[in-house]
C-alpha cells in the first residue's frame, strides 16, 4: 500500500490515482506534471516539490522534482539525471540581461522511472501543451533544426502530430511537430530505455 507524504495528501483526494494500474498512475502524473504545470521560472531550482506543486510553474529542474515526488507517493520508483546544455536552448524563453549574464552551460535534468522491469526516460514533462501549440503557431514555417525558446529538434521531414501515448504493447507514439520537426511529448516508451 503506497502511503501519501503529508504536504500531498489533502491535495491527492479525489484523483483516484492510486486506483489504476501502475502504467497509468504514471501516465497520470506524467500528463499532469507536463500540462497542469505551466512552463515557467520558479525562484530557484531547489524548490521543494510543494513549492514547485503551489507556484503552477516549472522547468525542467523544478518540474522534475514535483514529478519525482508525485511518482514516489503513487508507489513509482524514480531517479534524476542531470547534465549541462548550452544556454542557447533557452533563448527566447530567457531574454534581455537575464540571458546575458547566463552562464554559457546550464543544468538540465530528466527523470527515470522503474517500470517492466527497467529504468525508463520520461524527458518531454517539460513544456506543456498550452506552451508547445504556441510555440508550434509562431514558428510554423521553420525548416531544418530549431534550438531556442526550451525547445530542440533535428533535422527532419515530418510535419504533423501523430497518435498518442506509446503503451507497451502498442507502437503509437505521443508525438508533436515543431516547426516541421517530431519531438516526442513523452518517452515513456520501450525503445528509450537508458541504463
Keep these: 500500500m503506497t502511503t501519501i507524504t503529508r504536504p500531498f495528501k489533502p491535495w491527492f483526494s479525489g484523483r483516484g490515482w492510486l486506483l489504476l494500474s501502475e502504467y ?11 500540462d497542469d504545470i505551466a512552463f515557467g521560472y520558479n525562484a530557484s531550482d531547489d524548490l521543494p516539490a510543494s513549492q514547485v506543486l503551489a507556484d503552477g510553474i516549472g522547468q525542467c529542474n523544478t518540474k522534475g522534482t514535483l514529478l ?3 511518482l514516489r507517493a503513487v508507489g513509482v520508483a524514480c ?5 549541462t546544455i548550452d544556454k542557447a536552448l533557452q533563448k527566447g524563453a530567457i531574454t534581455g540581461v537575464a540571458y546575458q549574464l547566463a552562464p554559457r552551460s546550464i543544468i ?5 522511472i522503474w517500470s517492466t522491469g527497467q529504468w525508463i526516460r520520461l524527458e518531454g514533462f517539460i513544456l506543456d501543451r498550452r506552451y508547445l501549440q504556441a510555440l508550434q503557431s509562431r514558428f510554423a514555417g521553420h525548416q531544418g533544426p530549431f534550438c531556442g525558446y526550451g525547445a530542440a529538434t533535428p533535422i527532419c521531414n515530418v510535419r504533423r502530430w501523430i ?24 518517452t515513456f516508451t520501450r525503445d528509450m530505455v537508458s541504463t
Excluded: D, Q
Excluded at 531517479?79 to 547534465?83: D, T, Y
Excluded at 538540465?108 to 527515470?112: A, F, K, L, R
Design 24 to 34: 497509468e498512475r504514471i501516465g497520470a502524473v506524467y500528463n499532469f506534471v507536463r
Design 68 to 70: 519525482m515526488a508525485l
Design 163 to 186: 497518435g498518442s501515448v506509446k503503451t507497451p504493447s502498442s507502437r503509437k507514439t505521443a508525438s508533436t511537430t515543431i516547426s516541421g520537426c517530431l519531438t516526442p511529448l513523452t
Design 108 to 112: 538540465h535534468s530528466w527523470v527515470e
Design 79 to 83: 531517479r534524476f539525471h542531470g547534465f
